[in-house]
């Protein structure tokens, strides 16, 4: 299942006067295996109680939903309601969910939609609503009259009990307006209850369903089509404009890459292929192990003759990311009209477009697929931008403040493009979320990182059978995987730079020293010689007493760079190695002993400006110096 990334706080807490979980589904009599056995017989027409044969339903768009919703059920309550008695279902005395409220009190909804097949349209009769997260992310509040959740979404509802206390139906409605024998009345549906603090929870609620009209339409927020029929007065405010809170942002920024070689660009076409479920036509074939951590050279079916041909492919299709890279995925669909819900394990993702196909500006029907995504063959199995120069450009990408999720609405003839950085080594299922797409194949495996980069997986993992863990063991995996990460993160960070620099340091290893504190300068980043002052300014106005004035003091030195290697020690003046740098880039020598307290004794660096970033120094300690307590250079 997806992460639903409920995260709390003091100051969400303080806005609600309570909160509820509500789970919504579509039930079937048939088993989901059935139910996908049944759609691979192409039997999907067939009714679920009388076998009788139903005809294929349609939104506005035109695009198909080719399951009949049966039951609805909210947090596993729901009745059969027909086409004759939409009121009372088919069998009435069984309880519907309810949610008491006190009147005049502000309450969250957490709605999720765990379905196989559809998608839901969730309103409350008689009550303003206001959607505050999609998936887990808040967004600032977005008045609406109705939110659609397909399979795999989840949404936050802000909603005030401004009524006179009283029971009202919660609808939750399927899409489809339409079949080949005519228009949906009444459209399918499940219920819950508000109930109103004090009211007879088993008290008939009151019908006061919600009238579009042109001079009082109704805004739906998240619809998976982009335009409503004329004659529906119904306002679509699609998913992009809905806005990321700035705590939203502040723990997921939007991903922004300043070369381009740190940018991989993917076009994924969620369609069917010779009537198979299919991603850039290449239907999903599971491996037979476990792919992290084991040798799974002999797991994977490759994309390769004799599976893959003009006709069919049947493979573990698996795309490589490159750690640390910003990585786009532009999801679409062509082909057949259907929606595509795409789900995302191990990520969320900024939402940064959607372009819609086109419309009918009456009817509301899909004419034609948006002209922005061009199709390299005739299955449309590899794509690109229509308009070259978009090519790794913002293509007017919302890169402020963008929704966050983990599931997207993909529209028929429509696409989405979503970002995220690749910084989660492992293996990781995209997939459609329509039970029956996902079970035949709409699938792919997103390999991010090398072998090396992931964890281990604990010696107890059995190759088959049960796994039992525990909470050290997960806390270890997650050490682990931060450590990992960190030594990529600073590798790529060496690589990524035009000329190495790196972070020296100068460490003195005496043990005596006065209470001092130290001048040193900052380096340049001209290509000239560099001193740094390691002399320690005391304190007091005298001059360090010499022991002798034949003895020159003596400094114990060892230079360090920003990884924490240690290259070399001095007194000595030939050039010291160190790795990256040529042995006549740097060089350690220092000038005469002072005689009094304003001539310093200096390092110098020949040429070092090109390649040092700055010099440290955490102590000097002349052999003469009493023992006191040292100062570190910060």
């Known amino acids: 299942m997806w992460p639903l990334g409920l995260l709390f706080s003091q100051q969400m807490f303080s806005r609600y006067h309570g909160e509820f979980f509500a789970v919504v589904q579509d039930w079937t009599k048939r088993s989901a295996a059935e139910t996908a056995e049944a759609y691979g017989s192409r039997l999907f027409g067939l009714e679920d109680y009388d076998g009788t044969c139903k005809p294929l339903n349609y939104m506005p768009d035109e695009t198909t939903s080719i399951f009949p919703l049966n039951v609805g059920l909210v947090n596993g309550r729901g009745r059969r309601y027909t086409e004759t008695d939409i009121e009372n279902g088919e069998k009435p005395f ?23 097949a559809q998608p839901f349209e969730v309103s409350f009769e008689a009550h303003t609503i206001y959607v505050v997260a999609m998936d887990g992310n808040d967004v600032e509040d977005q008045k609406c009259d109705a939110v659609v959740i397909s399979p795999g ?6 909603l005030t009990a401004k009524r006179q206390p009283n029971n009202y139906y919660i609808n939750i409605k399927t899409i489809p307006t339409r079949t080949l024998w005519g228009p949906i009345t009444r459209p399918q549906l499940t ?3 508000l109930n109103y603090k004090g009211v007879n929870r088993f008290r008939r609620p009151v019908s006061v369903p919600r009238l579009c009209t042109q001079q009082n339409p109704c805004y739906v927020v998240n619809q998976i089509y982009g335009k409503a029929p004329i004659d529906s007065h119904v306002v679509i405010i699609p998913l992009t404009k809905l806005m990321s809170t700035h705590d939203s942002l502040t723990r997921f920024p939007v991903p922004i890459y300043n070369d381009k070689s740190q940018l991989q660009e993917f076009f994924l076409n969620f369609h069917l292929l010779r009537g198979q479920p299919a991603i850039n036509g290449r239907q999903f074939m599971y491996p037979t192990s476990a792919l992290q951590g084991q040798n799974n050279q002999y797991a994977i079916s490759q994309c390769e003759p004799p599976r893959c041909t003009s006709e069919r492919c049947r493979c573990t299709n698996l795309i490589k990311l490159e750690i640390g890279n910003v990585i786009q995925f532009v999801f679409f669909t062509q082909g057949l009209k259907a929606a595509h819900p795409v789900h995302f394990h191990g990520h969320q993702f900024h939402v940064l477009k959607i372009g819609f196909p086109e419309y009918d500006s009456v009817t509301g029907n899909a004419t034609a697929p948006n002209s922005d995504i061009r199709c390299l063959n005739d299955d449309c199995t590899e794509a690109t931008w229509a308009n070259p120069r978009w090519s790794y450009k913002d293509l007017g990408l919302n890169l402020w403040n963008p929704p966050i999720k983990d599931t997207v609405n993909v529209p028929w003839g429509g696409y989405v493009v979503v970002r995220i950085v690749a910084d989660n080594p492992g293996y990781w299922l995209l997939h459609c979320h329509l039970g029956y797409h996902q079970s035949e194949g709409m699938s792919l495996v997103l390999q991010e990182g090398d072998p090396a980069d992931m964890v281990e997986p604990p010696t107890t993992f059995p190759t088959c059978n049960s796994f039992r863990t525990s909470t050290k063991a997960i806390q270890s995996a997650t050490q682990k995987q931060k450590e990992i990460l960190e030594r990529k ?5 060496r690589s990524h730079q035009s000329e190495t620099k790196r972070t020296l340091t100068v460490v003195h290893t005496h043990k005596e020293s006065y209470d001092q504190y130290f001048h040193v300068p900052g380096s340049s980043n001209k290509a000239e010689d560099q001193s740094t002052n390691i002399w320690p300014q005391t304190r007091s106005k005298e001059t360090p007493k010499r022991t002798s004035s034949s003895i020159t003091p003596t400094f114990n030195l060892r230079v360090r760079d920003n990884q924490d290697t240690s290259f070399d020690t001095w007194p000595r003046t030939q050039s010291m ?16 002993v ?7 004794p200096t390092f110098r660096f020949p040429g070092g400006g090109n ?9 000097v300690s002349p052999t ?11």
């Open 191 to 193: 219920r819950a209850v």
């Open 489 to 493: 993160k600073k590798g790529l960070n």
């Open 611 to 619: 390649r040092v970033s700055h010099f440290e120094v955490e102590s």
């Open 153 to 158: 979404e989840t949404v936050d509802i802000k």
């Open 594 to 600: 002072p005689s009094t307290r304003n001539e310093l």
């Open 577 to 592: 190695g160190l790795p990256g740098l040529s042995s006549n880039q740097i060089r350690a020598a220092p000038s005469p």
């Open 94 to 116: 069984i309880p519907l969910e309810t949610f008491t409220v006190q009147q005049m009190g502000t309450y969250r909804f957490r709605i999720m939609n765990i379905g196989f």
């Open 624 to 634: 003469w110096q009493q023992p006191k307590q040292l100062r570190r250079l910060g």
